[in-house]
């Protein structure tokens, strides 16, 4: 019996694996060519507005939830290591530190910025919170992105 039980859990989640749940940036322009997954901006963000940190942030880093069909649902979050390399890139590119100085400082600011902005402790934030969640971590809330 307790064999079954465990053969159960296990098949439930290799099902949720295999089915994939979202589309990863990486993913843009991949797939059959009837099915291929093109990402498409928000409607806020597709016009030729200046907001280039959130268009970066979606189209670079984001991950997209899939409806049920296994198409794009448009609701755009970021993962733990995601946010990390998109924060890496921010302090290098808006902060002018190094890769040595970058990473010591997201080794100590990192966590608890993270654990700020993830309260719920769900795994990922929505992309729409990253200005904050960088400026946070920056310790400047002028940074201009």
Same mark, same amino acid.
């Given at each position: 019996?307790?064999?079954?039980?465990?053969?159960?859990?296990?098949?439930?989640?290799t099902?949720?694996?295999?089915?994939?749940?979202?589309?990863?940036?990486?993913?843009?322009?991949?797939?059959?060519?009837?099915?291929?997954?093109?990402?498409?901006?928000?409607?806020q963000?597709?016009?030729?507005?200046?907001?280039?940190?959130?268009?970066?942030?979606?189209?670079?880093?984001?991950?997209?939830?899939?409806?049920?069909?296994?198409?794009? &649902?448009?609701? *755009?979050?970021? +993962?733990? $290591?995601?946010?990390?390399?998109?924060? /890496?890139?921010?302090? @290098?590119?808006?902060?002018?530190?190094?890769?040595?100085?970058?990473?010591?400082?997201? &080794?100590?600011? *990192?966590?608890? +910025?993270? $654990?700020?902005?993830?309260?719920?402790? /769900?795994?990922?934030? @929505?992309?729409?919170?990253?200005?904050?969640?960088?400026?946070?971590?920056?310790?400047?809330q002028?940074?201009?992105?």
């Amino acid at each position: 019996m307790k064999f079954f039980a465990l053969a159960a859990l296990t098949a439930t989640v290799t099902a949720v694996t295999i089915r994939g749940d979202f589309f990863e940036a990486r993913d843009n322009g991949t797939g059959p060519l009837d099915k291929k997954y093109e990402r498409v901006l928000p409607v806020q963000f597709a016009d030729a507005s200046d907001d280039l940190f959130m268009r970066s942030m979606i189209m670079n880093y984001a991950r997209e939830g899939k409806n049920e069909d296994g198409s794009p &649902n448009g609701v *755009f979050t970021m +993962t733990e $290591a995601q946010t990390r390399g998109a924060a /890496a890139e921010v302090l @290098g590119t808006h902060k002018k530190m190094d890769a040595g100085a970058t990473k010591e400082y997201l &080794n100590t600011y *990192f966590p608890r +910025t993270w $654990a700020h902005f993830d309260v719920n402790k /769900a795994g990922f934030v @929505g992309v729409e919170v990253m200005p904050q969640f960088v400026r946070f971590l920056a310790s400047d809330q002028t940074l201009s992105l």
